[in-house]
DNA sequence: AATTGTGAATTCCTTCACAGCC
DNA sequence: GGCTGTGAAGGAATTCACAATT
């Protein structure tokens, strides 16, 4: 285990990794070498080595990597061996589509609590269990339901205050789907997801032609 | 106008000037330096004037960049004069979110088509004009209405043999939001968003609170 | 005086290539 | 023989620093 600083990219490409590990351990698969794991996405495969090397000697030589292991191991760096418990705030379409979306209820991420500060919204049932409830209660509820991530799925103009009441209740993780820059606030990670830029990445790429596609 | 190829990071942060070039415009302030542009979203001001530099001498030195002119320039550059017509494939929560989602309306991308395999949803009215259709429909459909892009708002099992579906009608502009790897096809730009990803960095960063929150 | 545009320097990331091990 | 782990090389992106321009 190195003390040296691990890259974003690094990271993200755990997740990958993970995903793939999942689904040779769910095929029955013992064991993969990196060769294998590089032609699945098109990587070199003395990244995925160096990747995991920043975390420690996983690998047996002559043979790859042990699947059971690994996936072990990446939930455990990537701190999925526990259940995180996310808050959406702003229950618009995307925040309701995303509090009933499936791929996160099952997994290590479970949805426990909704708030909009329309008044129409406030009290709905999306699912038993779930109720929308009033911005102002986020204080109180977030430690309460012991929230430890936080969707944004706010309009843009209130991104920024909303963030100020999470961080403020303690919240260390956001993901925002404003489409804004975010203030960086010391002890608190966001990470922005807009769909406007890979929209435009796209339109500027059918709008010159010349340039071939690549790998994002 | 130089012939290197560009980069899609510096693209990205076209769309990121070019939302606050649009905020000044609103505000009437007439012209913009790089370094107070740089400010906004705590890059580098060199950066800001070499991403631009790509595409021409657009500033005027001891003055910075006239907003107007800047703003339209980059709205050609990304290929945003014209409107984008865009299907979505996948009238699941995520789909419909998406077709509603107002943040593309207005502006340079309109919601065209909507189709889906479930005979539960389709014929569903989603607003007036826009129905959700059969996926045995998308190859006829799709130059009919003269889609240029597509977004897969499909289950991942389903989402390789969909992209070929729709390479095949001509488009070649993807964004995905299936959690997986995408195999690249030539002349098709696909770029994919990956919520577990993100959550999953987030977690990580959980995890490992010795590390100091930065940037993405 | 202020700010652009850009070569040079730096930092960061990826790939190569091979010693070491199973 | 096959594959990992890693130092060294190579490549890409960012930042510095300054000449050129208004």
Redesign the interface.
Known sequence: MKTE??S?LT??R???Y??CLNELSEAGVQTVSSKLLAE???LNSAQIRKDLAYFGEFGVRGVGYVVEDLREQLRG????ATT?RVAIVGAG??G???A??L??QQ???QIVALFDVDPARIGLEVRPGLVVRSLDLLPSVIPERQV??VMLTVPAVAAESVLEMVVQAGV????NFA?I?LS??????????????????????????T?E????
Chains 1, 2 share one sequence.
């Open positions: 600083k691990i974003e990271i993200n755990l997740s990958i993970l995903r699945q996405f098109n760096i990537l701190g999925l995180h379409n995307l309701l589509a995303l009933n979306y791929g996160f997994d290590s991420f430890d991530m260390r993780a956001v993901l489409p820059h960086v606030r010391p002890g608190c990670k966001v990470k922005t997801v807009d769909l406007s830029i890979s929209l435009e990445s796209l339109s500027y790429f059918l709008a010159n032609p340039v596609p690549q790998e994002e």
